[in-house]
């Protein structure tokens, strides 16, 4: 993989020398997509995920407290890093998101169960106006998923359906929206819950949300969230506390939905 500038952070939720892409002839790519990889300890995959980003891809691997040396393996093989001492899944993607600056940005998780190429026809999506925040559903291989988290992710799609009305089967990690439009909604929350906060305030404000199907293989190394029942009970946890917030919210009007990438789409929240 073509080495990019790397950047360090300080903690405080900006990058201290974000990276930069070369478009002149000849050179890298201009980015146009910041693909966030919240890390913690995932030294043997790190490699790989950052070998499979498309051209125009640049990665934010957000440092989450590494032991093993994971921050320093993604700097020397080219990504931006970012350091964010508070633990927890939302504070990591956080910080990736506010360092960010391309148009587009992306979430991944790092443990090389999702391929980051799976997302160009997620960018496409939005480019073309046809969506505003488009979600992995994960098809999952053998082995891939452990029996209780996807048990729990069916029971939760069918509560967001209902809720919602958008015909969501997976609140999967890997999504693509454009920057500017995620850092409108304002997401608080710092955990496990800031996946589900992200889909319910876009609803709320109209956003038209689409899901692409996606490959799901067995993650490399150990889950720090569904690969335990610990994990999985403190996400759901997490996750309630979210659609109890999001049952005083009044209905979607579609006044705080991003403006810019093409026409409207035929039907808000339809499957492509």
Known sequence: MEKKQSSSHDGTGTASAPCTADDDAGGAP????????????????????????PPGYRAIVVDNGCTDGSGKLAASLGAAVVHEPRRGFGAAAH?????????????????????PAQLAPMLELVRAGRADLVLGARRPARGAWP???????IVLSRRLRRLTGIPVTDLGPLRLARRTALLGLDLTDRRS??????????HR?????????????????????????RGTLTALKDMRAQLAAA?????????????AGGPPAEARGATP
């Open 205 to 229: 404000d109209g956003w038209r949300v689409a899901e692409v199907p996606v490959a799901y293989a067995p993650r490399l190394g150990k889950s720090k969230v569904t690969g335990t029942m």
């Open 147 to 153: 029996v209780h988290a996807r048990l729990a992710n």
């Open 30 to 53: 201009a980015v146009l997509v910041d693909v966030v990889l919240p890390c913690l300890n995932e030294l043997s995959a790190l490699p790989h995920v950052l070998a499979a980003l």
């Open 247 to 259: 049952s005083r919210w009044a209905p979607a009007t579609g006044a705080g939905r991003p403006t």
């Open 193 to 202: 819950g800031y996946p589900l906060e992200m889909f319910l305030k876009a």
């Open 95 to 115: 910080a990736g998101l506010v360092a960010a600056t391309a148009e587009f940005v992306a979430f991944c998780d790092c443990d090389g169960s999702l391929d």
